[in-house]
Each structure stands twice: as structure tokens, then as C-alpha cells.
């Protein structure tokens, strides 16, 4: 099993900037691809960034070029760096670590709203 933890998120005005944190606790051995959902009211969860072990790294069309993901192995934390957040960024933002096709885990989830 992985248990796996948000934070970071936050009120901030248009333009600025968060920093999301996911720590991994478990057995973190074979997951492949870690990535970062988000879910505004009464949208359907989205796919943010994902990265694939040893592989590509991947962003929504929406986010490109202002957020970034990215992993410290040593602290078994994913994160996500947001830049020049705007308000259609407002969602919760779940992270999410994937065994294969076997096994799929996701964290509680971290309120981000950017409001001025």
C-alpha cells in the first residue's frame, strides 16, 4: 500500500505562485508514473502533469509553460510548482502514483483558489 499526502495549496491572487507537496509513505517500489490531477466544482477530475519513471513528463495544453512537476527520490515527494496561476486554476489538486495497471493510489486532495 501508499499513502500519499498534499499540501501547499492555498488562497493566492491571480498571477502568483504555490508550490504543491505529495509525500509517499509505503511501499513505493515499481510505481511508474506520479502525476497531478485537479477537480473544479462541477467539473470532471483532469489530468494536470505526469511523469513516467525513466520516461516522458507530460502537461495539460491549460498549464503548459507556467507549472512543473517534478521529484525528490531521497524525500519520496512529488511536487508541483505553479507559476502565474490564474483564476480557472481554482480546483482541488490530487496527486496520484500508478503500480502498472494493477494498482492506482491518490492523496486527499489540497484546495488551490486564486482569487483576487
Known amino acids: 500500500q501508499v499513502q500519499l499526502v498534499e499540501s501547499g495549496g492555498g488562497l493566492v491572487q491571480p498571477g502568483g505562485s504555490l508550490r504543491l507537496s505529495c509525500a509517499a509513505s509505503?511501499?513505493?517500489?515499481?510505481?511508474?508514473?506520479m502525476g497531478w490531477y485537479r477537480q473544479a466544482p462541477g467539473k470532471q477530475r483532469e489530468l494536470v502533469a505526469r511523469?513516467?519513471?525513466?520516461?516522458?513528463?507530460y502537461y495539460a495544453d491549460s498549464v503548459k509553460d507556467r507549472f512543473f512537476i517534478s521529484r525528490d527520490n531521497a524525500k519520496r515527494t512529488l511536487y508541483l510548482q505553479m507559476n502565474s496561476l490564474k483564476p480557472e486554476d481554482t480546483a482541488v489538486y490530487y496527486c496520484n502514483f500508478k503500480r502498472g495497471v494493477v494498482s492506482d493510489y491518490w492523496g486527499q486532495g489540497t484546495q488551490v483558489t486564486v482569487s483576487s
Open positions: 511523469k513516467i519513471s525513466g520516461g516522458s513528463t
Open positions: 509505503g511501499s513505493i517500489f515499481g510505481i511508474d508514473v
